[in-house]
Nanobody, 115 residues
Framework: QVQLVESGGGLVQAGGSLRLSCAASGIDISISTMGWYRQAPGKQRELVADITSSGRIDYAESVKGRFTISRDSVKNTVYLQMISLKPEDTAVYYC?????????WGQGTQVTVSS
């Protein structure tokens, strides 16, 4: 059974930083595409960043240069380092394993950026 547990969300002022963690079990993150998505109120869930098994990384244009996705295969954990946060980054952030359509999802962690 695949489980993804996110942590690290919270309330931060604009310009601040947070690091999200996604601890995975039941799946080997080093051979899976792992991603971070977010969903703001009234909006569709969108891809923030993902990393493939080969190490290819993609970012949404809105977070390039500010967010960094990484993984620790020993800990089986994926991270999202977020700096220079903006109020428009406010959303519930979800960890995903295996892609948007057929993958597994975590329960989400709230990130709120105050202006």
């Amino acid at each position: 059974q695949v489980q993804l547990v996110e942590s690290g969300g919270g309330l931060v002022q604009a310009g601040g930083s947070l690091r999200l963690s996604c601890a995975a079990s039941g799946i080997d993150i080093s051979i899976s595409t792992m991603g971070w998505y977010r969903q703001a109120p009234g909006k569709q869930r969108e891809l923030v960043a993902d990393i493939t098994s080969s190490g290819r990384i993609d970012y949404a244009e809105s977070v390039k240069g500010r967010f960094t996705i990484s993984r620790d295969s020993v800990k089986n954990t994926v991270y999202l380092q977020m700096i220079s946060l903006k109020p428009e980054d406010t959303a519930v952030y979800y960890c995903n394993a295996g892609g948007r359509s057929y993958g597994h999802w975590g329960q989400g962690t709230q990130v709120t950026v105050s202006s």
